[in-house]
């Protein structure tokens, strides 16, 4: 393994020597992935097996593992009504010498292929049905039960965590209180998502989240397409104009926002129009 696997250099798995995880994930799982369709993101890698199964790895530090471990997509398994690649099985190991545990969860194959990067730049011209199957996936996973907290972007989300983010668009005095919890999915982008046949998948971070933080993700990241942004708020109102829904937006606005922001980001405008007509209705309440 590389010397920059060490705990004070950032890892990019898209850059790091994989041959060998890929090797242990064979050895323990009793297959052979096919390098050619090797994906590789900067903190996991996926590949297709030769039992017409997909394999997802991820590496992660004990500080973003938490209590409740690590085990979304195998928890997610127990879900009802969602579209989601079904859950086969999993391996876990320490990564010799670091504070640094590696996982790899086995799936069936998507029924498509992902929509896109994670913010689109063009509208993919989804047909009703996938729309349609979306909700029904949303509207499902609300009704779940479950102890996990989610965690986007692995960090586990708390009221002061939300409070911290839209404060700065709303003065004191207001109440930035979350009052309705449930289960998300907590990593909700294009991505993550197959058409033209829906599939939602990559459930690590999945769990109890406020009202909307699924459906504010998705608008985020569909503002370089204000079609799509418009789309997304339409089928997700219910969530979105909730009290609730609002917060979630000011919190995904908070992140597109943020000072390190690209300046030719074209989800700023949107964003700052939107916080700042939130804000003015939130004020009235």
Same mark, same amino acid.
């Given at each position: 393994m590389s010397s920059s696997m060490s705990a004070t250099v950032s890892v990019d798995l898209r850059v790091e020597p994989i041959e060998g995880v890929l090797g242990e994930v064979e050895r323990s799982l009793q297959t052979r992935l096919d390098r050619g369709t090797l994906v590789r993101k900067?903190?996991?890698?996926g590949a297709? #097996?030769? %039992?017409? #199964?997909?394999?997802?790895?991820?590496?992660r530090r004990f500080e973003k593992i938490g209590s409740q471990g690590w085990n979304g997509t195998e928890c997610a398994a127990l879900l009802e009504g969602i579209v989601k690649p079904p859950w086969?099985?999993?391996i876990v190991w320490r990564q010799p010498g670091d504070a640094v545990m590696w996982r790899a969860d086995e799936t069936d194959l998507l029924p498509g292929a992902p929509i896109g990067s994670s913010v689109l730049v063009a509208d993919p011209e989804l047909p009703d049905e996938w729309w349609?199957?979306?909700n029904t996936s949303m509207d499902a996973l609300a009704v779940q039960h479950t102890r996990r907290v989610a965690t986007p972007d692995t960090v586990t989300i708390t009221q002061s965590g939300v409070a911290e983010a839209v404060r700065r668009f709303l003065p004191g005095g207001v109440d930035t209180t979350v009052s309705t919890w449930w289960p998300a999915h907590a990593d909700l982008n294009w991505a993550n998502m197959t058409g033209p046949e829906f599939s939602l998948f990559d459930w690590e971070d999945w769990g109890m989240a406020p009202q909307g933080l699924d459906a504010a993700s998705l608008w985020g990241n569909s503002l370089a397409v204000p079609a799509l942004a418009e789309r997304v708020r339409h089928e997700r109102r219910r969530d979105l104009? #909730? %009290?609730?829904?609002?917060?979630m937006t000011l919190f995904t606005c908070a992140k597109i926002l943020a000072p390190?922001?690209?300046?030719?980001?074209? %989800?700023?405008?949107p964003a700052r129009q939107m916080s700042?007509?939130? #804000?003015a209705d939130l004020q009235k309440d």
């Open positions: 900067r903190r996991s890698l297709r #097996t030769d %039992r017409d #199964t997909w394999v997802r790895i991820e590496r086969h099985r999993a349609q199957a979306l104009e #909730t %009290r609730d829904g609002r917060l390190d922001a690209h300046p030719e980001d074209p %989800r700023l405008g700042a007509q939130i #804000t």
